[in-house]
Nanobody
Framework: QVQLVESGGGSVQAGGSLRLSCAAS???????MGWYRRAPGKQRELVAH???????NYADSVKGRFTISRDNAKNTVFLQMNSLKAEDTAVYYC?????????WGQGTQVTVSS
């Protein structure tokens, strides 16, 4: 019922930047979107969240470095990641909140080398 496709991951040196994109394909209304990540040996961590009205929330670990934005008309969410650190290395997953449930994509790998 909902297809989420992430793109923009890759490898970058510490201090560099990446921009992730996630496009949702659905005929249903999406209430909110965001990103979470999972690093090897660590629990899933919510990275950033944005509502249809543009209200945002960030993990403390990324505040000031990451920016989430959304194009509601296109059901697309972005994550601009600046000043990347080695600890940002993880698989990043896009999610969408719908009235009928929550959905997530396949993930995109982000690797930051020191």
């Amino acid at each position: 019922q909902v297809q989420l496709v992430e793109s923009g991951g890759g490898s970058v040196q510490a201090g560099g930047s990446l921009r992730l994109s996630c496009a949702a394909s659905t005929v249903f209304s999406i209430n909110a979107m965001g990103w979470y990540r999972r690093a090897p040996g660590k629990q899933r961590e919510l990275v950033a969240h944005i509502t249809n009205g543009g209200m945002t929330n960030y993990a403390d670990s990324v505040k000031g470095r990451f920016t989430i934005s959304r194009d509601n008309a296109k059901n697309t969410v972005f994550l601009q990641m600046n000043s990347l650190k080695a600890e940002d290395t993880a698989v990043y997953y896009c999610y969408a909140y719908l009235t009928l449930g929550n959905y997530w994509g396949q993930g995109t790998q982000v690797t930051v080398s020191s």
